[in-house]
């Protein structure tokens, strides 16, 4: 399944993220006149730190203001989330992929310093909202200057940037309060409605909590739930965020708002177990919101009929919408929950939220592909892993969660699959970070020698190295090494996985003399102990052959090749993809020798037998004729490789999108090979000229 993202396009208009729809009852605050009229006096940008604490509805303001720049048709209207450095840069990387300036590697952290430099460069009228801030670093770093650009930033922390004007926004007035009640629910009790103000102290997520109770309970009177909010047992309330305290009574009301939902006393017209359960799935996922699609996907995984399911979701979350404890995204392509009414269900969630997660977390890692799909649905996939990150988050935090320990191990397969999407998608830097606080929370709940550990310590490993830092990767290795000899013992297969691992980096900083012998080792021992035919001896067979070629040792890694081909085929069969890997390696091998002529042999075999088994349109086939084109042409005949670049930009075309780079490379690739044909009196089946003038259509 491939989940939507949140872009959508008008005529000249770009509205990128989850803008979240107008509040029921929505008072048209002071505050939202004085940062529109600020962003307009601005000229050219503006960053404007909407500050306050949690609950009083600063979200809300900057909502208003999001949905009056759409509505006044400024080019570009994008909301992301600033709540973990994390959620910055996945949605800044969203915002560069509807601009078309993301970084062509997919890095997240090259893809926001272009959406600077390209927001910097635009005089167009637009803004950008990072709603709930906490990274000064970040926002310094990657937020416009200059340009058209306009920039809202929600945080409780005052201090968060430096420049620009600042909208405080507190509680609501007792008159906007009272008015707030009075018209949400509808009770024309001014004495009685006074008393629910002061026992929220008027913070308007409590009064929008404490209006849904009374609206839906006629015969409960303002006066009785102002006692229960007063009186709310401390055991069931919400413990203060350091350095952000919201006003009494919230939690307490938000509390009063889940029960009449899924409590005791809620209302028979929904399942209340699978409404509990929708609640909880929202309230576990990252606070940017979750789409609807994505959230069907994971409660009726596997059901055939999805469009009875999605009426059945949509059915159930006109409850909680109604109640205040979920809003619908602008578009209404997502829901959304406050973090403090997320924290609320979690709470008292108990026992049910650790299978929950695991649940949950498992459903979104079954939506990330490995290599080599990876590349090709990073878009559709990444609000999948930065789910799953969320959720990691809230499984090693969450207070109330019992059996902690079995339940981290049960995630720790999910959370580095996300790991190695990040890894495979080219996000290297976010990747380490992510996995440097993964290993910490590993160790921290499991232990430094838990198997679990040493996996993630890997992962970081592997994420150096990927990000080119390879002293601290091989630094890691050798720990890894050290401690699982310690550990495991020198014949336990992790320990040769380390080895191998270990070789493998030395020969990637030019080191043969020790990656070589360690190889050799590493295969005679798995040979030993596992056994010839095992998997782990065939990657050891391969692992040497690459190290014997990488130190320019043709004459033994060419034959090693053969015989690992020939071995593979035995075990596994001549159409199993490990087998189309070796044949892989032959060619390369095959190339450095110069050998052109075995190569096109080779690749013209490969080529029949992948489009045979995976088909004309798999990337491996792509692939096959992206090395065959080279080959012909490197060998002087030009025409053999046109039909091949016609396959591969039909291919790219489809895959990336006629107006992607790569597509428009390939179509000038194409064209010149034609040029090229025609020079060497081959008959081309159209003319260069036609091919580049398709750019232009």
Same mark, same amino acid.
Not at 74 to 86: C, F, I, K, N, Q
Not at 296 to 302: F, Y
Not at 322 to 344: C, K, N, Y
Not at 639 to 663: C, K, M
């Given at each position: 399944?491939?989940?939507?993202?949140?872009?959508?396009?008008?005529?000249?208009?770009?509205?990128?993220?989850?803008?979240?729809?107008?509040?029921?009852?929505?008072?048209?605050?002071?505050?939202?006149?004085?940062?529109?009229?600020?962003?307009?006096?601005?000229?050219?940008?503006?960053?404007?730190?909407?500050?306050?604490?949690?609950?009083?509805?600063?979200?809300?303001?900057?909502?208003?203001?999001?949905?009056?720049?759409?509505?006044?048709?400024?080019?570009?209207?994008?909301?992301?989330?600033?709540?973990?450095?994390?959620?910055?840069?996945?949605?800044?990387?969203?915002?560069?992929?509807?601009?078309?300036?993301?970084?062509?590697?997919?890095?997240?952290?090259?893809?926001?310093?272009?959406?600077?430099?390209?927001?910097?460069?635009?005089?167009?009228?637009?803004?950008?909202?990072?709603?709930?801030?906490?990274?000064?670093?970040?926002?310094?770093?990657?937020?416009?200057?200059?340009?058209?650009?306009?920039?809202?930033?929600?945080?409780?922390?005052?201090?968060?940037?430096?420049?620009?004007?600042?909208?405080?926004?507190?509680?609501?007035?007792?008159?906007?309060?009272?008015?707030?009640?009075?018209?949400?629910?509808?009770?024309?009790?001014?004495?009685?409605?006074?008393?629910?103000?002061?026992?929220?102290?008027?913070?308007?997520?409590?009064?929008?909590?404490?209006?849904?109770?009374?609206?839906?309970?006629?015969?409960?009177?303002?006066?009785?739930?102002?006692?229960?909010?007063?009186?709310?047992?401390?055991?069931?309330?919400?413990?203060?965020?350091?350095?952000?305290?919201?006003?009494?009574?919230?939690?307490?009301?938000?509390?009063?708002?889940?029960?009449?939902?899924?409590?005791?006393?809620?209302?028979?017209?929904?399942?209340?177990?699978?409404?509990?359960?929708?609640?909880?799935?929202?309230?576990?996922?990252?606070?940017?919101?979750?789409?609807?699609?994505?959230?069907?996907?994971?409660?009726?995984?596997?059901?055939?009929?999805?469009?009875?399911?999605?009426?059945?979701?949509?059915?159930?979350?006109?409850?909680?919408?109604?109640?205040?404890?979920?809003?619908?995204?602008?578009?209404?392509?997502?829901?959304?929950?406050?973090?403090?009414?997320?924290?609320?269900?979690?709470?008292?969630?108990?026992?049910?939220?650790?299978?929950?997660?695991?649940?949950?977390?498992?459903?979104?890692?079954?939506?990330?592909?490995?290599?080599?799909?990876?590349?090709?649905?990073?878009?559709?996939?990444?609000?999948?892993?930065?789910?799953?990150?969320?959720?990691?988050?809230?499984?090693?935090?969450?207070?109330?969660?019992?059996?902690?320990?079995?339940?981290?191990?049960?995630?720790?397969?999910?959370?580095?699959?996300?790991?190695?999407?990040?890894?495979?998608?080219?996000?290297?830097?976010?990747?380490?970070?992510?996995?440097?606080?993964?290993?910490?929370?590993?160790?921290?709940?499991?232990?430094?020698?838990?198997?679990?550990?040493?996996?993630?310590?890997?992962?970081?490993?592997?994420?150096?190295?990927?990000?080119?830092?390879?002293?601290?990767?091989?630094?890691?290795?050798?720990?890894?090494?050290?401690?699982?000899?310690?550990?495991?013992?020198?014949?336990?297969?992790?320990?040769?996985?380390?080895?191998?691992?270990?070789?493998?980096?030395?020969?990637?900083?030019?080191?043969?003399?020790?990656?070589?012998?360690?190889?050799?080792?590493?295969? +005679?021992?798995? @040979?030993?102990? %596992?056994? #010839?035919?095992?998997? &782990?001896? $065939?990657? =050891? !067979? /391969? *692992?040497?052959?690459?190290?014997?070629?990488?130190?320019?040792?043709?004459?033994?890694?060419?034959?090693?090749?053969?015989?690992?081909?020939?071995?593979?085929?035995?075990?596994?069969?001549?159409?199993?993809?490990?087998?189309?890997?070796?044949?892989?390696?032959?060619?390369?091998?095959?190339?450095?020798?110069?050998?052109?002529?075995?190569?096109?042999?080779?690749?013209?075999?490969?080529?029949?037998?992948?489009?045979?088994?995976?088909?004309?349109?798999?990337?491996?086939?792509?692939?096959?004729?992206?090395?065959?084109?080279?080959?012909?042409?490197?060998?002087?005949?030009?025409?053999?490789?046109?039909?091949?670049?016609?396959?591969?930009? +039909?291919?790219? @075309?489809?895959? %990336?999108? #006629?107006?992607?780079? &790569?597509? $428009?490379? =390939? !179509? /000038? *690739?194409?064209?010149?090979?034609?040029?090229?044909?025609?020079?060497?009196?081959?008959?081309?089946?159209?003319?260069?000229?036609?091919?580049?003038?398709?750019?232009?259509?």
């Amino acid at each position: 399944m491939r989940v939507k993202s949140l872009v959508s396009r008008g005529e000249g208009q770009l509205v990128v993220g989850g803008i979240p729809g107008q509040a029921a009852g929505f008072i048209d605050r002071d505050q939202v006149e004085e940062v529109e009229r600020a962003l307009i006096d601005a000229g050219t940008v503006l960053v404007c730190a909407v500050a306050g604490c949690r609950g009083v509805g600063k979200t809300q303001v900057a909502a208003a203001v999001a949905r009056s720049a759409v509505a006044r048709g400024w080019g570009l209207v994008a909301w992301v989330s600033g709540e973990t450095r994390d959620a910055l840069l996945a949605g800044l990387a969203l915002v560069t992929e509807g601009l078309g300036v993301a970084d062509p590697e997919r890095d997240a952290v090259w893809s926001a310093t272009r959406l600077r430099a390209e927001l910097q460069s635009r005089q167009a009228e637009g803004l950008l909202v990072v709603d709930n801030a906490i990274d000064p670093e970040a926002l310094t770093e990657w937020l416009p200057a200059t340009g058209g650009t306009r920039v809202v930033v929600t945080s409780t922390d005052r201090n968060i940037i430096s420049r620009g004007s600042r909208v405080d926004v507190g509680v609501f007035t007792r008159p906007e309060s009272i008015r707030y009640l009075q018209g949400q629910a509808g009770r024309d009790d001014p004495a009685g409605v006074e008393l629910v103000a002061r026992a929220v102290e008027d913070s308007p997520l409590g009064l929008s909590q404490a209006a849904a109770v009374l609206r839906t309970r006629p015969g409960l009177t303002c006066a009785e739930l102002a006692r229960r909010i007063d009186e709310e047992p401390l055991a069931r309330s919400l413990p203060r965020e350091k350095g952000c305290d919201y006003p009494k009574g919230v939690a307490e009301a938000i509390l009063q708002a889940v029960d009449l939902v899924i409590g005791p006393d809620a209302t028979p017209e929904t399942d209340p177990t699978f409404l509990e359960r929708v609640l909880l799935t929202v309230a576990v996922l990252s606070p940017t919101g979750v789409s609807l699609d994505l959230l069907v996907h994971i409660l009726a995984p596997g059901e055939e009929d999805l469009d009875s399911e999605r009426r059945r979701v949509e059915d159930a979350l006109a409850v909680p919408v109604g109640a205040s404890l979920l809003e619908r995204s602008e578009d209404g392509t997502a829901v959304l929950m406050h973090r403090l009414i997320a924290h609320a269900l979690r709470d008292r969630s108990g026992p049910y939220l650790g299978e929950l997660l695991v649940e949950i977390g498992e459903r979104l890692g079954d939506l990330i592909p490995g290599e080599p799909h990876a590349w090709q649905q990073q878009t559709g996939v990444a609000p999948s892993a930065e789910h799953i990150v969320h959720l990691w988050t809230v499984a090693v935090n969450a207070p109330s969660l019992m059996d902690r320990e079995g339940i981290v191990e049960r995630l720790v397969p999910v959370q580095r699959r996300a790991i190695q999407h990040l890894i495979d998608t080219a996000g290297l830097r976010r990747a380490t970070a992510i996995s440097a606080r993964t290993l910490s929370d590993i160790e921290r709940v499991l232990g430094a020698d838990h198997p679990d550990t040493f996996a993630s310590r890997d992962d970081l490993a592997d994420a150096y190295e990927a990000a080119d830092d390879v002293e601290r990767a091989i630094s890691l290795y050798e720990a890894i090494l050290a401690d699982r000899q310690r550990v495991l013992g020198a014949d336990h297969p992790d320990t040769f996985t380390s080895r191998d691992n270990l070789a493998h980096v030395y020969m990637r900083v030019g080191d043969p003399g020790r990656a070589i012998p360690m190889h050799e080792a590493t295969l +005679a021992d798995r @040979q030993r102990v %596992l056994g #010839a035919d095992h998997p &782990d001896t $065939f990657t =050891s !067979r /391969d *692992n040497l052959a690459g190290a014997y070629s990488l130190a320019g040792d043709l004459g033994q890694a060419i034959p090693l090749y053969e015989a690992i081909i020939v071995d593979r085929q035995r075990v596994l069969g001549a159409d199993h993809h490990d087998t189309f890997a070796s044949r892989r390696d032959l060619v390369d091998a095959c190339e450095d020798a110069g050998d052109l002529e075995r190569v096109i042999l080779l690749c013209e075999a490969a080529l029949t037998d992948t489009e045979r088994v995976l088909g004309v349109n798999h990337l491996d086939a792509y692939g096959w004729r992206y090395i065959l084109i080279e080959a012909y042409e490197s060998s002087g005949v030009p025409g053999r490789a046109i039909p091949l670049r016609e396959a591969n930009l +039909a291919f790219l @075309q489809r895959v %990336l999108g #006629a107006d992607h780079p &790569d597509t $428009f490379t =390939s !179509r /000038d *690739n194409l064209a010149g090979a034609y040029e090229a044909a025609e020079q060497a009196h081959e008959r081309p089946l159209a003319s260069s000229e036609e091919i580049r003038g398709q750019e232009l259509h």
